[in-house]
T-cell receptor, first 114, second 110 residues
């Protein structure tokens, strides 16, 4: 079975631009979470979605937004890009919410903002 | 956001040695997860813990959920070269809003 897939794998943008990252969860998984991983640090939680509804949000500005589609895939949007947004953006999926629903990560999208 | 205190930051060991790393939080969690991340890849789940005091093994890896619910430990026995990578702990409540440590970078010398 395919794992979590993300696209694109790499992306280069300039300051002020907007970017959309995409994620397809493991088949049967209904929850998707997004994380930002800056070089040398652990992943930092951005959003969690379940059944198309936002169920959790980390400490990120409103420039970050996301949505989940009926097929459980998800998009992360970042507006007005800053140099500090350069990072590996990870998507993770889980069967459901709650105890016992471990998150499985995709390979990530490497975003570079120039 | 709040990150967990993971130590050590890096380890250089000889093949065959045992490894220990730990993670601490100021908050109580009911979920502790341990991941390994290779360069250019996403983190891969190694062990999941859901009960205080729980001790779980996955091959040569053993992890424990601290009794205080504020810490967790990962041990790797008889290390081999493919154990090289960055190990992350993650803590949370009901698998939501998982907080990650900064990682332990493991180097294994043959």
């Amino acid at each position: 079975d395919a794992g979590v897939t993300q696209s694109p794998t790499h992306l280069i943008k300039t300051r002020g631009q907007q970017v959309t990252l995409r994620c397809s969860p493991i088949s049967g998984h209904k929850s998707v979470s997004w994380y930002q991983q800056v070089l040398g640090q652990g992943p930092q939680f951005i959003f969690q979605y379940y059944e198309k509804e936002e169920r959790g949000r980390g400490n990120f500005p409103d420039r970050f937004s996301a949505r989940q589609f009926p097929n459980y895939s998800s998009e992360l949007n970042v507006n007005a890009l800053l140099l500090g947004d350069s990072a590996l953006y990870l998507c993770a999926s889980s069967l459901s919410l709650g105890l016992g629903n471990e998150q499985f990560f995709g390979p990530g999208t490497r975003l570079t903002v120039l | 956001g709040q990150q967990l205190n993971q130590s050590p930051q890096s380890m250089f060991i000889q093949e065959g040695e045992d490894v220990s790393m730990n993670c601490a939080s100021s908050s109580i969690f009911n979920t502790w997860l341990w991941y390994k991340q290779d360069p250019g890849e996403g983190p891969v789940l190694l062990i999941a813990l859901y009960k205080a005091g729980e001790l779980t093994s996955n091959g040569r890896l053993t992890a424990q959920f601290g009794i205080t619910r504020k810490d967790s430990f990962l041990n790797i026995s008889a290390s081999i070269p493919s154990d090289v990578g960055i190990y992350f702990c993650a803590g949370g409540y009901n698998n939501n809003d998982m907080r990650f440590g900064a990682g332990t970078r493991l180097t294994v010398k043959p």
